[in-house]
């Protein structure tokens, strides 16, 4: 109990550190884009939104930084980011909505297969140690994890998309075609999501193969495997049940940090693809000057982050006896 | 069979009855390969043992008596590897066979026991888990059969069954060695193999842990190998008794004629080692010096950097095991079977009881 | 397992690896005979030349830093200069052709590399810098220092790197390489902090620490000469891994229009090749080769990375397959 409780205290406090820089960094930066910011705005805006922006600026000359500061953190947790100036006059919260889904679905699919596969092979490549397999793989995604994402996923349209032209390589679905269950809108959707699936999927999954592994073969030294051994237990159940279940324990949170940097990727793959997600919208925000929906975008991407490492903390714990007596 | 080969000198009456051993160990090395070369960690090591005998194999850290073990129970994981000698168990040899044909023997007939059951057990498991895989391992049982054996073997060393529920980190250290024991007893095997299991535990654990496994040997009737750095502790328990230094067997014989009578001038400092409980007091003596480099051992005995009787011509040859009043003595002193032994402090010892702490190490070391 | 070792001085036993994160693991370096320092460097050299992925990686690695020295000697033609024909293909006079503005594209990929260099040797030892500091320091100091730094590092760690970076980015509009290097220093040094941190805790209580203390040396001293040159084998990891996310984030900003468009950088290249869509328009080797160096030379960090893991945590390494005589 102990231990959530200081999770949930760490979690807010990263929050409250996301906000802040959100709310700081424009004003510290030279050329103070805050005020610039204004100047385009000042004749679109009026009223209410105008002083809100200011309040997300804080240029508002009547407080002082402090009381804006303030104001700006209330703002926040009533879910209020403000409106957003490219897609004016609608609040950011609705602008992202869309985006959501694309980037949730993409995203969100991929991690899971790239951490599944990832483990998978990770565990078989670690308990063959020694192996043509563990003298392949290793080396192998250690070159893939230094790709840089985008470049493989432009290397994918060159190959696949304008060269093979098996599969299309931009958007997320055809615009021509109206949005629905119907089994042709789904089965183009999934069509449009397979490149920068893959590519994200390749790019991402090194990481994982080769953690896994190298806890694996630390987890092989441990006494307890040893013994597993002396009582004659098939080499299955020894790999699943007494090395992999400890292996993969430590890597639990540090997969759920790294989800920072599949994020990250992710953000490259969508706008290399010009797939609607999450990503390719912060892109826009910043190519469009449209801050207010971009520190949103920002702290959307915090969260989830926070979430993942949440949902890690819940696995260990299922997963790991000793935490639930311990705290 | 020569003499040479059985670590039983002529003559001597075997623990229990006189049938053919149940494990006979022959010329048996280990290497390590390392990027300096192979190091032999267990150099030709032979002896015997009979069915229902307890053997005691001693010597401080490093001298090869858990790797010997693991070994003997085809355990050794790469870089280690047998290079020379057989293991036979019930007339089986066991070296080169892959784990699966391995499975037939294992814990059926040979069970392991090792130092640390907090390292040794599955931390993420029950305790009942544990067994039941061991069961499932070996020919299924119903349900009802795993937990009733489950139970049984648990009852047998005092640990109530309701702790079949828990995991390894909420029992005490004493019941989880226990709980350990408990688990190599599932099959009844004939043969049951302890690496220090008393080590990490407290004196008084340490005691009543040994009486358990010797009710328990009484009881069942399998013959038990048990590594250990504490001589005066298995000492009381043991029918045979092993010393090991450097990879190699420094003398072997009965018990009470190796710990009564030591030869070997390493056994002899090993046991002087021991302040005895009554008696007068005396000056704490150990052995100068550290055990040798295995990646580069001397030439010659082993022991001859250390030793406070050595020769010229030890550290010419290294000398071969010589049968001595009972007992096989690798010292030229013995050569000829009738040097003198080394006697109990103040003659002392044998009343004395067993400290337990480990003692022994350190002080060898000095 | 203790029986490992042959016994030898007063190292001690491997400590067990520190939480693992992707590619690099903490893990303790046993414990040298004696002095530590010198036998940390040639046992180093020594490790490097038989490992063969750190020879791999060494060696594209100098080939890297030798073009950047020395582009002129390699590349004709300025980078920048917009003097031939279009879109050209590769041809003896241009091995990789020529960009949509004209410009020779093996000249760019030459002259570019001294720029990705420069960042990622600037930031990398930046970031390791302070890597070590923080993360010494917080072992060191302990309390409430200790349990300060590392909510300071873990609060940064969690924080989603490449969106932060994307938004500083923008605020600053077009970074030169300075602010890339700065900007990359202070959001990247959280994740080796972590892992430096947890092997200083590990050495803390060292024999060979304690005799110092016992010396009277003075705290500095002993962190700085004693903890540190322990610790090399991990530094020169937690460098390899910084310089490595230095190469890749300051490409992907610059490919997404964040750095300087000015610059001959490969990120650079690529925004250009994807401003005028390289790669639907027939122009793949402008998208190919920028993208095919930057991975070239994250592969040799890596390479290295993995092999400094191997090097720091001997249960890693390559098992040697010796066929040893069977008996009978």
């Known amino acids: 109990m102990r231990f959530a409780l200081r999770r949930l205290g760490f979690f807010v406090l ?66 209020n980011f403000g409106t957003s100036l490219f897609f004016y006059p609608e609040p950011v919260i609705d602008v992202i909505r ?58 994918f349209i060159l190959i696949f998309g304008v060269k093979l032209k098996w599969l299309p ?119 469009n000057e449209d801050y207010p929906l971009m520190q949103a975008l920002f702290l959307l991407i915090t969260v989830a982050v926070l979430v993942a490492i949440l949902l890690a903390d819940v696995a260990t714990a299922l997963l790991d006896p000793r935490t639930r007596t311990a705290g | 069979m020569p003499a040479n080969t059985s670590g039983l000198a002529p003559g001597t009456p075997s623990a229990q009855d006189a049938h053919h051993p149940i494990l006979e160990v022959s010329g048996l090395s280990v290497e390590y390969a390392t990027e300096h070369g192979a190091v032999r960690a267990v150099d030709n090591v032979s002896f015997d043992l009979a069915p229902g005998e307890f053997a005691g194999i001693v010597g401080e850290s490093g001298c090869g008596k858990s790797t010997l073990l693991f070994a003997i129970a085809q355990l050794l994981a790469p870089p280690a590897e047998v290079s020379a000698g057989s293991v036979t168990f019930k007339g089986q040899s066991l070296v080169g066979l892959t ?60 640990i109530d069954p309701v702790h079949l529920k828990s995991y390894p980190h909420q029992l005490s250290g004493g019941m989880r060695q226990r709980a350990m024991i408990a688990m190599a007893m599932l099959f009844t095997p004939d043969l049951v193999i302890m690496d220090e299991p008393t080590s990490a535990l407290d004196v008084v654990a340490q005691r009543s842990l040994m009486v358990q496994i010797k009710e328990l040997q009484r009881r069942l009737g399998f013959a038990i190998i048990f590594v250990t750095h504490d001589m005066s502790l298995v000492s009381h ?46 000056p704490l003596t150990g052995i100068p010096g550290r055990p040798p480099d295995l990646a580069s051992p001397p030439t010659g005995c082993r022991f001859a950097p250390r030793c406070p009787k050595v020769m010229d011509r030890c550290r010419e040859a290294p000398p071969d095991l010589y049968p001595a009043g009972g007992t096989l003595v690798r010292c030229f002193l013995h050569e000829t079977g009738d040097g003198e032994s080394g006697t109990a402090k103040d003659g002392q010892r044998e009343k004395a009881m067993s400290t337990g702490d480990g003692t022994s190490e350190e002080a060898g070391h000095a | ?46 490790a490097i030349r038989s490992n063969r992925k750190a020879t791999a990686g060494s060696i594209l690695l100098a080939f890297f830093c030798l073009v950047a020295i020395f582009p002129w000697a390699i590349a004709r033609d300025q980078p920048n200069a917009e003097v031939y024909g279009r879109s050209l293909g590769p041809s003896s006079a241009h091995p990789f052709g020529t960009t949509a503005y004209g410009q020779d594209l093996f000249a760019q990929a030459v002259w ?104 009277g040396e003075r705290r500095l001293y002993i962190v700085v000469v004693e903890i540190i040159p322990t610790m090399t084998s991990l530094i ?30 490969w990120g650079t290249m690529l925004y250009w090749a994807q401003n005028n869509e390289a790669l639907q328009t027939g122009q793949y080797l402008w998208a190919v080769i920028p993208g095919a160096c930057i991975a070239a030379l994250g592969a040799a960090f890596a390479l290295l990375n993995y092999a400094f893991d191997e090097i720091g945590n001997p249960a890693l390494r390559p098992m040697r397959r010796r066929r040893i005589r069977r008996a009978g």
């Open chain 2, 99 to 158: 784990d699966t044909q391995l499975a037939a023997v294992r814990w059926r007939d040979l069970s392991v026991v090792m130092q640390s059951a907090m390292n040794a057990l599955n931390p993420v498991k029950s305790i009942g888990s544990q067994f039941k895989d061991a069961l499932r391992a070996h020919g299924a049982g119903s349900r009802t059969e795993i937990a009733d054996r489950s139970a049984e073997v648990l009852a047998m060393v005092g």
């Open chain 3, 1 to 46: 397992m203790a029986m490992m070792r042959t016994p030898v001085g007063p190292g001690g036993p491997d400590e067990p690896a520190g939480t693992a994160g992707p590619t690099a693991m903490a893990a303790a370096l046993p414990a040298a005979r004696g002095r530590p320092h010198s036998a940390a460097l040639t046992r180093m050299a020594r």
């Open chain 1, 98 to 155: 869309s985006a959501i889904l694309w980037t949730l679905g993409l995203v969100g699919v991929t991690t899971i297969l790239a951490f599944a596969l990832g483990t998978g092979l990770g565990i078989l490549t670690g308990w063959r140690r020694g192996s043509r397999l563990d003298g392949i793989v290793p080396p192998v995604f250690v070159i893939t994890s230094a790709i840089p994402y985008f470049w493989v996923g432009m290397m």
């Open chain 1, 14 to 79: 990263t929050l409250w550190a996301a906000v802040t820089l959100n709310f700081f960094l424009p004003r510290m930066m030279p050329g103070n884009p805050a005020l610039a910011m204004m100047g385009k705005f000042h004749g679109k805006l009026n009223g209410q939104a105008l002083t809100a922006l200011e309040v997300i600026f804080g240029v508002d000359s009547h407080q002082s930084l402090a009381a804006q500061y303030v104001h700006y953190l209330g703002q926040v947790a009533t879910g």
């Open chain 3, 236 to 265: 020169v990891a937690s460098f390899l891994t910084n310089a490595l996310y230095a190469v890749l984030f300051a490409s992907s900003l610059q490919f997404i229009g964040l750095g300087d468009p000015n610059s001959t950088s």
């Open chain 1, 169 to 287: 390589y931009t958007f997320g679905v055809d615009q021509s075609l109206t949005p629905g269950f119907s089994a042709q809108f789904i089965g183009n959707v999934l069509e449009h999501a397979v490149l920068p699936g893959v590519a994200l999927l390749i790019t991402t999954i090194g990481t994982w193969i080769l953690t896994m592994r190298n806890t694996m073969v630390t987890t092989l030294a441990e006494d307890y495997i040893r013994m597993a051994r002396a009582k004659g237990l098939p080499g299955r159940r020894i790999m699943y049940d007494y090395a992999a279940r400890n292996a993969i324990l430590p890597n639990l949170t540090g997969f759920a940090m790294s989800l920072g940097f599949v994020v990250g990727g992710a953000i490259l793959i969508e706008y290399v693809f010009d797939y609607p997600g999450v990503g390719f919208m912060l892109l826009q925000a910043v190519e």
């Open chain 3, 112 to 215: 570019g590399t001294r720029d990705v260099l420069i960042i990622a040797f600037g930031a990398g030892l930046a970031a390791t810098a302070i890597a070590v500091l923080i993360g010494v320091a917080a072992a060191y100091l302990g309390g409430f220092w200790d349990g300060a730094l590392n909510l300071l590092t873990d609060v940064l760690l969690v924080i989603p790197l490449f969106p932060l970076l994307i938004v500083i980015a923008a605020y600053v509009h077009s970074s030169g390489t300075a602010v890339l290097i700065t900007v990359l220093t202070l959001t990247g040094w959280s994740y080796t902090a972590r892992q430096l941190r947890a092997q200083a805790l590990s050495l803390r209580n060292r024999d060979f620490l304690e005799a110092a203390r016992v010396r």
């Open chain 2, 237 to 282: 328990f043991s029918d045979r008794l092993m010393v090991m230094y450097a990879g190699q067997v420094a003398e072997s014989g009965p018990t009470r004629e190796v710990f009564d009578s030591p030869r070997h001038p390493y056994s002899v400092g090993l046991l002087d080692a021991f302040p005895s409980i009554r008696g007068p007091k005396v």
